[in-house]
């Protein structure tokens, strides 16, 4: 019976420290001299892979503010057009390294992590290419609800180069009210 607790806590314990170490997908390079402080405030999503957590929803936002911690709160936001209803989820990221370096891990249900990778990013940090941990997540983000066409398809280049297919990408309807 010991040997059946102390295995299964082993497991337990890989399990969180692997969730813990967020990853980026190969080829994928996380932007460096990456400022923080630029980047925090209200991004648009203008395309992503369908996922279970966004599954159905336009309008979608993503709001980033520091938490008295040094961690960042995320909100995320959007409209839910089947139930006709607003979903929002809240978590925090923090950096998995170095914070010059735009490799993040971010959470919205306790000890569990996910990778969070701006892999592009525009000078002025208007917009943004966002990489998860896998090839399954793919985020275009855009201070704007609208996003130029040449900055659509240089996004859309670089994720095909890594590997994703982006022909499986869901552009975002945002209501201009």
């Not at 295995?7 to 890989?14: E, F, Q, S």
């Not at 990853?23 to 980047?39: E, S």
């Not at 957590?53 to 959007?78: C, D, M, Q, W």
Request: hydrophobic content about 40%; proline content about 2%; glycine content about 6%.
């Amino acid at each position: 019976m010991r040997r059946s607790a102390k295995t299964t806590l082993i497991a337990l314990i890989g399990i969180f420290t692997l969730n813990a170490c967020a990853t980026i997908p190969k080829g994928a390079v996380a932007v460096k001299l990456f400022d923080q402080k630029k980047y925090l405030g209200k991004w648009y999503e203008i395309a992503r892979f369908d996922f279970r957590f966004e599954r159905n929803l336009n309008n979608t936002t993503a709001t980033y503010s520091l938490n008295p911690n040094g961690s960042i709160k995320v909100v995320n936001r959007g409209y839910d057009y089947v139930r006709k209803k607003w979903k929002q989820a809240e978590g925090k990221a923090k950096f998995v390294g170095s914070s010059d370096i735009a490799m993040l891990k971010v959470s919205f249900f306790g000890p569990f992590y996910g990778g969070y990778n701006v892999i592009a990013l525009d000078d002025n940090y208007q917009y943004a290419l966002i990489a998860g941990s896998s090839l399954k997540y793919l985020w275009l983000l855009s201070r704007e609800t609208t996003m130029p066409d040449d900055i659509k398809k240089e996004f859309v280049e670089l994720a095909e180069k890594i590997g994703y297919e982006t022909d499986n990408l869901i552009w975002v309807e945002h209501d201009t009210q």
